[in-house]
């Protein structure tokens, strides 16, 4: 089946408080136009990141109440341990708060001032990371990522030939690893194949170059390879797994994401002497090795939690879910970045509203149209993320690609609600032109996004208030 139906029950709600348009109106104008500034029991439908959002199963929550709140020793991180080291298949494992803390252990232990790391493509976090030790994070991604109407299967594809032209331009010796980001959340959650990790692999042996995943969404990724590499029809999601991390060193990981918990994270690899350093950081900044900043509660959701997401009906659900929002947008017409990715559907905000220029922020426009009108959050990657001052002219330079992001939620909302979604976008794309721009009347020096403000450049018009 195409779409497949939730592979759960709902045990425990959570209500959704309703709004009215006029409401929602007068928090946007509170918030100047910034939805992270909007309070998250005013949205309906919240699709602003599908991070720490997942909603845990009855055997996950069973198995807090198992934790082991031992400084030393846990139980429940030995659990960890044992499923982390079944399915990624390296030797050490260092739980973390969240994944950007595996990223600050494992940079901050391996780089030296102008070195480089090349990725497919580096989240946010890691590039932050990768540049806070003064090395410069390379991005490497296959040229087609950057075509939004290119349906190629795996998007996130690393680039030989510019991974082996950077080899020879900076030297490996100035290269202490090389990542691959799976699935590549910031080229729009698209996969990566076997064959092209295994090739990259084959390059970095001939440099004896370490190989690492920022493995955030793993199952999904293996889930694509599964339904779109030949070869893999009829192989297990977890076998699929295994093959794919025995071509890596190590990973970093956010369970916030394919750990289906609302925090965690760790990191894993190979290497002993690494592994210690990193350990004895770890202990100074997060805590004692087997607990790393969480409950054992939390180890516990955690270990259970990666088990889970590599079960088959749920991500034949999983992908299916946001394949469902992304056909049922793309057969009305609505511009949409494609293939359609593994966590989120991604409006093309310059395709949906051409008669406003990027300088007055069509995708925030378009996210927060979406919010007064449906009560729906998505979140704005385009020029309010990414848009950069030149230092020289002092103008602004926009990003090639201009979006909305839909993120979803793991297991959190059904095929009705995402049916409304899919019927509230496909309603406003039909009154776009009643969409004006913004204007910013404040930014903070760095990642502007979570605190700019702004207004709007016509007075607006409250398009279609939500009957109450
Ligand atoms: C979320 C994410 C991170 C950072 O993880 P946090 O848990 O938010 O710190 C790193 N890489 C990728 C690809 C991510 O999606």
């Known amino acids: 089946m195409n779409f497949p139906s939730e592979p759960f029950k709902i045990k425990v709600v959570e209500p959704i408080r309703r709004t009215t348009g006029h409401e929602r109106d007068r928090l946007l104008r509170d918030a100047g136009y910034n939805l992270f500034q909007v309070p998250a029991d005013s949205v309906s439908i919240d699709l602003l990141t599908d991070s720490g959002t997942s909603a845990m199963s009855d055997r996950q929550w069973a198995g807090m109440m198992l934790g082991d709140e031992s400084y030393a020793g846990s139980k429940n991180y030995y659990h960890l341990e044992e499923t982390v080291r079944s399915i990624f298949g390296y030797k050490h494992v260092i739980p973390t708060h969240q994944g950007r803390m595996a990223e600050n252990l494992l940079f901050s232990t391996i780089i030296e001032p102008g070195m480089c790391v090349p990725n497919n493509i580096h989240f946010d976090t890691t590039r932050a990371n990768v540049e806070h030790q003064h090395a410069e994070a390379l991005d490497l991604v296959i040229k087609e990522a950057y075509d939004p109407h290119c349906d190629f299967p795996f998007k996130g594809n690393m680039d030989l030939d510019r991974l082996e032209a950077t080899i020879h331009r900076v030297g490996r010796k100035r290269i202490p690893l090389v990542m691959i980001t799976i699935t590549n959340n910031s080229g729009g959650g698209q996969p990566v194949s076997m064959e092209n990790i295994r090739q990259t692999r084959a390059l970095l042996n001939r440099y004896r170059i370490p190989l690492f995943f920022d493995a955030c969404r793993f199952a999904e990724n293996c889930f694509f390879i599964k339904e779109r590499e030949p070869g893999y029809a009829n192989i297990p999601m977890l076998t699929i797994a295994r093959e794919l991390f025995s071509h890596g060193d190590g990973c970093t990981m956010s369970a916030k994401k394919d750990g289906l918990v609302n925090i965690g994270g760790f990191l894993s690899l190979n290497d002993d002497l690494w592994a210690q350093e990193i350990t004895n950081m770890l202990i100074l900044v997060e805590g004692f090795s087997t607990y790393g900043g969480l409950a054992g509660r939390d180890l516990e959701a955690m270990a259970r939690g990666l088990e889970e997401v590599l079960e088959e009906d749920y991500l034949r659900f999983r992908i299916g879910q946001v394949r469902y929002l992304g056909e049922l947008l793309d057969q009305s017409g609505v511009p949409i970045l494609k293939p359609i990715g593994g966590h989120a559907v991604y409006l093309n905000a310059k395709d949906f509203l051409p008669h406003i220029p990027q300088s007055e922020f069509p ?106």
């Open 363 to 468: 995708g925030q426009a378009l996210a927060v149209a979406l919010y007064r009108d449906y009560g729906i959050r998505g979140v704005e990657i385009g020029t309010l993320m990414f848009g950069k001052k030149d230092q020289t002219t002092g103008e602004t330079l926009h990003p090639e690609l201009e979006m909305v992001r839909l993120a979803i939620p793991r297991r959190v909302y059904t095929n009705m609600q995402i049916t409304y979604v899919a019927e509230s976008i496909i309603e406003l794309y039909r009154k776009r032109e009643l969409i004006h721009g913004l204007a910013l009347t404040y930014e903070a020096p760095i990642l502007r996004h979570f605190t700019a403000r702004f207004i709007e450049l016509h007075e607006p018009s409250l398009l279609h208030p939500m009957t109450a």
